[in-house]
């Protein structure tokens, strides 16, 4: 039995290997505390809820068109003149299922086999790989400088003639960094002159911290949506708490919509009608629940920042976005997954190796849980690695020794 060299090479997501980890442990009756998790606790828009049901009670769930439901395209559009300030036409937006699928459309599009595309390290998991399941090559570009944030050299060093497009994420997943507006200024102009598509994958872009306002990348090019290089990729999973709808979409030129189209009507053919009529629900209802939201998460990011600075040892950048940040535990472990894995035996904490996002030494930490969760997973990692830690703890009823240090 063969299979393809192309599919084999493609790694399991570790995030979701992870949660099954945990699901397992949990199941064993462990008190597993999931620092990994890639979703806010928040219930889904209760506007959202009833959109759902109200068309499931039609009983008319029937094939739809491929590149979305009209009243969410039109729901689309006027979110994309609110926050982006550019008024598009239902033909540059397509529904996909969730953001991953919106972006595995467009690199599908947009590459002939061996193109490349830069990816800014730390990288969200699926870049890379989704890339190669497009035949095209990833290209790892990394902060020389140690720091989490991008920079333009360095990103142009990395360009050749076979370069396609580069993949921005700002709040980034996982670092939780904002890029600076000089830097999307200078890489929009840059990639607009040298005929680069410029994927601005914003699914965190309103969950932003301390007043900063997210800063589309929209902002800095005077051409029209046709004709910029700019390929806007949006859903509702994170603001709205709606992971599990998968609705994302793809805000694209006309022409590049109609080619998305065909490609996912040969492959999903079009997204469940009732979940495409809850997600128009959330962005035409309150938007009360994402700012309920960033304030929850923003006050999650102090306190996880606050137990952090009482590790020896640990380093974080603050993040300004997201739900997740990536401190350096070199100094306890250069190596991220055997830290990771021993977190999970020994404490029965869920992390996310570094390595995963290009930042071996580091752990990706979500916030996006409880303060509970957030001060009793830190407390216990810090047990598990700090000799200066008390060496007892209790774990649900548990009262473990550490004998390791
Ligand atoms: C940076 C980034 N982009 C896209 C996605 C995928 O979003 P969706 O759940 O809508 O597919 C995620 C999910 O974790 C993400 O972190």
């Known amino acids: 039995m063969t299979y393809s060299t192309l599919a084999l090479s493609i790694a399991e997501s570790a995030t979701l290997r992870l949660n099954e980890q945990a699901r397992l ?25 009833l959109g759902a049901a109200s068309k499931l009670n039609t009983g008319d769930i029937k094939y739809v068109p491929t590149d979305g439901l009209p009243g969410l395209k039109k729901a689309i559009i006027r979110y994309t003149e ?17 953001a991953k699928q919106s972006i595995f459309n467009i690199l599908y599009t947009l590459l002939n086999p061996q193109d490349e595309v ?15 399941m497009c035949y095209g090559i990833p290209v790892i570009v990394r902060p020389e400088d140690g720091t989490f944030h991008p920079r333009v ?3 142009e060093r990395a360009v050749t003639s076979s370069t396609k497009a580069i993949i921005l994420n700002s709040p980034n997943n996982p670092s939780g960094i904002v890029f600076s507006d000089e830097f999307l200024a200078q890489i929009v102009d840059f990639c607009e002159r040298r005929g680069i598509y410029v994927l601005a994958d914003d699914i965190y872009h309103k969950l932003v911290f301390d007043g900063k306002q997210p800063t589309p990348a929209y902002r800095f090019t005077t051409k029209d949506v046709e004709n910029s290089k700019i390929i806007v990729i949006n859903g509702v999973a994170k603001l709205y708490g709606m992971t599990g709808f998968r609705i994302g979409w793809t805000i694209a030129p006309r022409k ?24 128009e629900a959330a962005l035409i209802g309150m938007q009360s629940i994402v700012e309920q939201l960033r304030l929850t998460i923003q006050n999650n990011r102090d306190v996880i920042m606050n137990e952090l600075h009482g590790f020896t040892g640990v380093k974080c950048v603050k993040p300004q976005g997201t739900f997740y940040c990536l401190p350096d535990f070199r100094a306890y472990k250069q190596d991220s997954v055997e830290l990771s894995n021993f ?12 390595k995963e996002f290009g930042m071996e030494g580091h752990l990706r930490l979500s916030y996006a849980g409880s303060v509970k969760d957030v001060t009793e997973g830190i407390a216990r990692i810090k047990w598990a690695l700090d000799p200066n830690s008390p060496n007892e703890i209790y774990i649900g009823d548990k009262k473990m020794v550490r004998d390791w240090l």
Not at 262 to 271: G, H, L
Not at 343 to 354: D, I, K
């Open 25 to 49: 442990l949990r199941e064993r009756g462990e008190a597993v505390i999931h620092l990994g998790i890639g979703e806010p606790k928040n219930r889904a828009p209760m506007t959202a809820l």
């Open 118 to 132: 830069i990816i800014l390290a730390p990288y969200w998991v699926s870049y890379p790989e989704i890339v190669k």
């Open 153 to 155: 050299e360095e990103i």
């Open 343 to 354: 977190l999970l035996q020994r404490a029965y904490v869920v992390t996310v190796p570094g």
């Open 256 to 279: 590049m919509v109609e080619v998305m189209t065909n490609v996912q009507s040969q492959v999903t053919t079009c997204v469940s009608p009732f979940l495409q009529t809850a997600a």
């Open 82 to 98: 609110e926050n982006y300030d550019r008024l598009v036409a239902p033909e540059n937006v397509i529904v996909s299922a969730g």
